[in-house]
């Protein structure tokens, strides 16, 4: 084929158009990329990216955060830890860039960390609006929980009703509440403890009212006080364990609620190897506390709460156990259904209600099992967040949900530096010549056919 001059300059033009858009493209890109920033996560679990709780957290904090890492340049064990702070601010940084992180040497100078109360090598201090917490735990749940504390505008004030055996938040045997209660601490809770045969009435100011599981007869002037309490619009949170009421009757009538006695059996707990007597929350009514909570909790000789319907309270059946179960009511360790005698599941063992007091709503959970809580079993299950996100719904702060921590799914590539070379050498250097030579070998054999 004989090319003329003619052809020859179209041909040229082509690649000079062609040369001027790819060089255009190059730009275009370099300038979208300093423009633009887009990431994906391919995590199995997504763990690079916060969960839409700590996004509305952040998006919920007007003022600035200031995040000291005290850390030395090199960790014993870990490492260079400042590059896994760095990394693990940044994924807050770019929901809320006003988050600064500045880092202390804290054998550098000793001074800074004992005047902050650093503990440990690597503790972050954060401080917002005049308010500061530590954190020595690096992970989501951690540091959103401590983000959550910080963003309240005052702590939520708890009174534990004392004097009659009740399960304490400060007591460390099985049957007591501590490490539930220093849970509550991180999240922004205080408590104090109520005794009412010398207080002439529950102070108002109190977020709400714990009663846990009391093991002796309160008073009739104490359920008095109890009553009015709740008439005038108190939040309250009952656990009650499938023993005596210990007086409170008055109190189940004022709620409309029917207390059954016995004790929850459940097949389904023996087949994960656990007493029958554990009833396995599975079930969950529609309700703030439970919406989107699909973990499985634990309530360990429960007992069944009967909602009578009434036009003073908005009921909602929070967790149903035991749908393959029943209710025992009599005494014996004789673990068959009897259907004259047992009452069939499905079984409500926990409820919320709710009713409008002086503009303001009047919030109230009653809980078949105080077990489910004490230091014994708040390992088992979700026992921990479920428990949380109660008193958070009772206090008036919904919105601040437990974080549930996410396993690590997706495992690590671990390379050496050899290895890290080689694949350098390789993709930065190898890979461009291979495609620049075949790039001249095209061009010059084309070249020659002309």
């Known amino acids: 084929m004989r090319i003329n001059k003619s052809l020859r300059f179209q041909l040229k033009m082509q690649r000079g158009i062609f040369v001027?858009?790819?060089?255009?493209?190059?730009?275009?890109?370099?300038?979208?990329?300093?423009?633009t920033r887009?990431?994906?996560?391919?995590?199995?679990?997504?763990?690079?990216?916060?969960?839409?709780?700590?996004?509305?957290?952040?998006?919920?904090?007007?003022?600035?955060?200031?995040?000291?890492?005290?850390?030395?340049?090199?960790?014993?064990?870990?490492?260079d830890v400042r590059e896994i702070i760095h990394n693990f601010v940044q994924l807050y940084q770019r929901i809320k860039p006003d988050i600064s992180l500045a880092f202390i040497d804290p054998a550098e100078y000793p001074d800074l960390a004992r005047e902050a109360g650093v503990q440990v090598n690597g503790e972050l201090i954060i401080h917002y609006q005049n308010k500061q917490s530590s954190l020595t735990t690096i992970n989501e749940q951690a540091m959103t929980q401590v983000l959550m504390r910080l963003s309240r505008p005052h702590?939520?004030?708890?009174?534990?009703?004392?004097?009659?055996?009740?399960?304490?938040?400060?007591?460390?045997?099985?049957?007591?509440?501590?490490?539930f209660g220093q849970q509550l601490q991180v999240n922004g809770f205080v408590s104090e403890s109520l005794n009412l045969t010398v207080t002439p009435e529950i102070p108002a100011d109190a977020d709400m009212l714990l009663i846990a599981s009391p093991q002796t007869d309160l008073l009739p002037g104490e359920v008095?006080?109890?009553?009015?309490?709740?008439?005038?619009?108190?939040?309250?949170?009952?656990?009650?364990d499938q023993e005596s009421l210990r007086g409170l009757m008055p109190l189940t009538e004022k709620l409309h609620l029917i207390m059954t006695p016995g004790?929850?059996?459940?097949?389904?707990?023996?087949?994960?190897?656990a007493p029958v007597t554990f009833a396995l929350g599975t079930g969950y009514g529609k309700h703030a506390i439970t919406q989107g909570?699909?973990?499985i909790t634990v309530f360990p000789f429960a007992r069944q709460i009967v909602i009578?319907?009434?036009?003073?309270?908005?009921?909602?059946?929070?967790?149903?156990?035991?749908?393959?179960?029943?209710?025992?009511?009599?005494?014996?360790?004789?673990?068959?259904?009897?259907?004259?005698?047992?009452?069939?599941?499905?079984?409500?063992?926990?409820?919320?209600?709710?009713?409008?007091v002086d503009d303001r709503e009047q919030r109230v959970i009653v809980v078949g099992s105080g077990h489910f809580l004490a230091n014994m079993y708040l390992g088992n299950g979700n026992n921990l967040d479920f428990g949380i996100n109660l008193f958070n719904w009772l206090s008036g702060d919904e919105e601040m949900i437990t974080i549930q921590p996410r396993a690590t799914l997706d495992s690590?590539?671990?390379?050496?530096?050899?290895?890290?070379?080689?694949?350098?050498i390789f993709f930065l250097f190898v890979l461009p010549i291979i495609f620049l030579s075949s790039g001249v070998v095209i061009w010059w054999r084309r070249k020659k056919t002309t």
């Open 308 to 356: 009578n319907e009434n036009e003073k309270w908005r009921a909602v059946s929070l967790v149903e156990v035991a749908h393959n179960g029943w209710v025992k009511l009599s005494a014996d360790d004789n673990y068959t259904f009897d259907p004259q005698e047992d009452v069939a599941g499905p079984v409500t063992i926990a409820v919320a209600l709710s009713r409008d």
């Open 155 to 179: 702590e939520k004030l708890i009174l534990a009703l004392s004097g009659h055996g009740e399960r304490s938040l400060e007591g460390a045997a099985n049957y007591d509440l501590r490490e």
């Open 412 to 424: 690590h590539l671990m390379l050496t530096d050899t290895e890290l070379t080689v694949i350098v």
């Open 263 to 273: 004790v929850v059996i459940d097949p389904q707990a023996e087949q994960l190897k």
């Open 293 to 295: 909570f699909n973990y």
């Open 20 to 35: 001027l858009l790819l060089l255009s493209l190059f730009v275009l890109l370099g300038y979208l990329a300093l423009q």
């Open 38 to 79: 887009t990431q994906w996560d391919v995590s199995q679990n997504g763990r690079n990216t916060l969960s839409q709780t700590s996004i509305d957290i952040l998006n919920k904090m007007t003022a600035p955060v200031q995040i000291t890492a005290f850390v030395t340049e090199q960790h014993v064990q870990f490492g």
């Open 224 to 240: 008095d006080k109890l009553l009015e309490y709740i008439d005038n619009g108190g939040n309250l949170l009952w656990l009650a």
